[in-house]
């Protein structure tokens, strides 16, 4: 089967010198949940932007959906591969929601009743379908968050990259969020997000990649979230489930890495 | 994450440095508008006389992507006065846009053929001048009689009433000459030297 | 400070009049701003005044924010009013010292207080029952037809969407700067003119540098959006003119065959 995303030996240096990414190369299954760890700094930004072509690689390639990113394929690219920002401010602008939604699908050029369905179906998605003719300005941030999603979800693309999905948001709005991830998993959707949240990339991700310094540091399943030697390296702790089973007792293959997991041990335990 | 700058240099494809024009030109147009409700207005003639650093936003502008961008800045900022302001019935609007295009794009044009802080400087003092000298002649021969038709305002009166606040007003001419040039040279004045107090620090993005 | 600074004109409501199209009331306004200076007496002022009063009682707007719109032009008013009441030749009625007030002096005067106020009214109206957002769309779609001789109205009117978009923003940061500053010192609000520009300065840097950022990121986020310019997008549906438009239509056809009317036919 062919992959999601495919990167291989990707370097980027900006014209002051700075080298942002340096051979990294990685690749990410169809329909997984990926996160993209790593501290300030350390390339995620620069990395998600060659993933849907606004950067095209200076050397090495980018390779998605079995297509390689440049010139001639960037429009295509743009199309598969959507992009949430981590401020919503600086990606939602129209005057009224629906019409922020419907920017993505009038720019692909699709049928009219085409955009209006795919509006329609996002909005519904995340909940906003009652506020499409509000301004994004009288939002809350939670709200223009997933307005900022809907209007990727809109363009139907099949893969989707965020970034920082949970910055700023309080608890409730960054459960709601997840739902949100969930449910497009369950639509088969390949997800990818940047973040250094790791007590969420614990109970969401089912892959884990480390960035560090512009360098992959390591890539692997969430077993890597109990190594705490490298989530040291990258600026990272252990997550806080691990981390109590850890100080506490066992084995480490039985530690748990999620609320759930450790719930039914503590159950076991317990009874 | 999110704080990467991307210099325009690295990114792939042309158009987006459109993208990016578009978007600096709004915003700064937006901003210009910001500034013009923050205004400093000199008492008489308030709404059609304005003093305020609304000029300064173009004039990075023009700076930054070349003289149109400028006169784009000043137009999006004249619109934005319109649908929300509307007090002249357009007559300020026209007059603030040809006012502040002209310096602006007399003052971006000198800087797209060589980008110093000397050549920035004569730009401006180049439109300023400019500004002021066709401006009365707008005045002169377009607005002034303007009025005077549709107001039927005699304008013997004005003149008369000019001599008296200055002996050397003796006719539509040197009114023009000791009213409206003096206040358009005083405006252009303040807006480049608050354009040069600024230009040195933010010209790093300007180039960028 | 910045909080008291009312941006807009426009006061929400659902009559007819704030329902019509934009495009249409911006159309009836300009043709209504030049019958009035096509009127040149009495009957024509009477006939345009069925022209404002009728919309003004549709809105259902308060008189209060009209007069408000006119505040601004008060001092022109009153020159114009003075200039011609005391400077018209003819008929002498009334003497004051050496100025002397004559029939036609009034007559002019009235005429002219009118056409001021008149045209202020109804050019006030239009912002009043028309929200910024709608006057854009308006007038990008009046341009449109235009585009063929290289008017960029696509390119103008995401424009200022975006810019009508950073207002409120740019207002909100402009505060926070403001305050940041004031509480180390600054003053932005005493001393004379040249203290006041200087003080200015600390205050446009960051919001300069701020702006470009957004610019940049807004851009980035646009492209990611497969935005390219305003070729081979999806063209949405237009605004519909409703019944109301077309009698508002047909209304100014009346009334300006009316004013047209009585400047040949009378006086």
Known sequence: ?271 | MGNGRVSSETLNIKKLSNVRTLTKVAVLGSFSFVIMLIEFPLPLFAAFLRLDFSDVPALIGAFAMGPWAGVAVELIKNILHAVFKNETALIGETANFLTGSIMVFTAGWFYSRKKTFKIAVMGMAAGVVLMAVLMSFANYYIFIPLYQKLLHIPLDAIVQMGTAANKAIIDLKTLVVYSIVPFNLLKGVVVSLITIMLYKRVSPILHS | MLKDINIGQYIPGDSPVHRMDPRVKIILTIIYVVLLFVINNFYGYAISSVFIILPVVLSKISIRYLFKGLRPILIIILITVLFNLFLTEGEVVYRIGSFSITKEGIRMAAFMALRLIFLITGTTLLTLTTSPIDLTDGIERLLNPFKRIGVPAHELAMMMTIALRFIPTLLEETEKIMKAQMARGADFESGNFINRAKNMVPLLVPLFISAFRRADDLAMAMEARCYRGGENRTRMKQLKMSAVDYAAFAFTALLSAGVVYTRFFFH
């Not at chain 1, 050397?59 to 920002?85: A, P, S, W």
């Not at chain 1, 139907?156 to 739902?179: C, M, N, T």
């Open chain 1, 1 to 271: 089967m062919t992959k999601a995303i495919e990167v291989k030996n990707l370097d980027y240096k900006y014209s002051d010198g700075t080298e942002a990414l340096r051979d990294i190369s990685f690749s990410i299954d169809k329909g997984s949940k990926t996160a993209l760890l790593g501290p300030n700094g350390a390339g995620k930004s620069t990395l998600i932007m060659h993933l849907n072509g606004i950067l095209l690689p200076q050397r090495g390639k980018v390779i998605i959906d079995g297509k390689e990113v440049n010139k001639k394929t960037e429009r295509e690219i743009k199309k598969k591969v959507g992009v949430v920002f981590q401020d919503p401010d600086d990606q939602v602008f129209s005057t009224t929601v629906w019409e922020d939604v419907a920017f993505g699908p009038v720019n692909m050029g699709i049928a009219e009743e085409v955009v209006r369905e795919k509006v329609e179906k996002a909005l519904k998605l995340v909940d906003m379908w009652q506020l499409k003719d509000k301004m994004p300005y009288h939002l809350s941030y939670g709200q223009k968050k997933r307005v900022a999603l809907a209007g990727i979800l809109a363009m139907d693309s099949d893969i989707i990259v965020l970034d920082e999905p949970g910055a700023y948001l309080d608890p409730r709005g960054k459960h709601d969020l997840f739902e949100i991830l969930n449910e497009l998993h369950r639509n088969k959707k390949t997800l990818l997000i940047a973040t250094h949240d790791i007590n969420l990339v614990a109970e969401w991700a089912d892959r884990i990649i480390i960035l560090k310094e512009g360098q992959l540091l390591k890539e692997g399943d969430r077993s890597l979230l109990l190594e705490e030697e490298i989530l040291m390296q990258a600026n990272l702790t252990l997550p806080i489930v691990p981390s109590i089973f850890l100080q506490a007792c066992c084995q480490r293959s039985k530690i748990p890495v999620t609320v759930e997991e450790a719930v039914n041990i503590l159950k076991r335990v317990m009874r």
